[in-house]
Nanobody, 115 residues
Framework: VQLVESGGGLVRPGGSLRLSCAASGFAFSNYDMSWVRQTPGKGLEWVSAINTGGGVTYYADSVKGRFTITRDNAKNTVYLQMNSLEPEDTAVYYC?????????WGRGTQIAVSS
């Protein structure tokens, strides 16, 4: 089982990034997927989630209207489009796959929003 995040980096406030999380070793299309971020000061913060079919999405209030989660089950990949980035979005972003008692995590990708 593997989840590999990519797309992180340094971006200026107001900029955009798209994160990807490539899954392998399990039945990706059966799993709900989430993005969670971690900062030294705030700890873990749930960001967004998407159901198995991609038709239902959820967002934390802090990112609603700025971030969009999507998935491509044919490519076993989930995405997080992040627009209007703010310094407060600086964190390590992890993707998570969840199905009943099964939870899989990636190793994370770092986002830094700074001028």
């Amino acid at each position: 089982v593997q989840l590999v995040e990519s797309g992180g980096g340094l971006v200026r406030p107001g900029g955009s990034l798209r994160l990807s999380c490539a899954a392998s070793g399990f039945a990706f299309s059966n799993y709900d997927m989430s993005w969670v971020r971690q900062t030294p000061g705030k700890g873990l913060e749930w960001v967004s989630a998407i159901n198995t079919g991609g038709g239902v999405t959820y967002y934390a209030d802090s990112v609603k209207g700025r971030f969009t989660i999507t998935r491509d089950n044919a490519k076993n990949t989930v995405y997080l489009q992040m627009n209007s980035l703010e310094p407060e979005d600086t964190a390590v972003y992890y993707c998570n796959a969840h199905l009943r008692e099964y939870d899989y995590w990636g190793r994370g990708t770092q986002i830094a929003v700074s001028s």
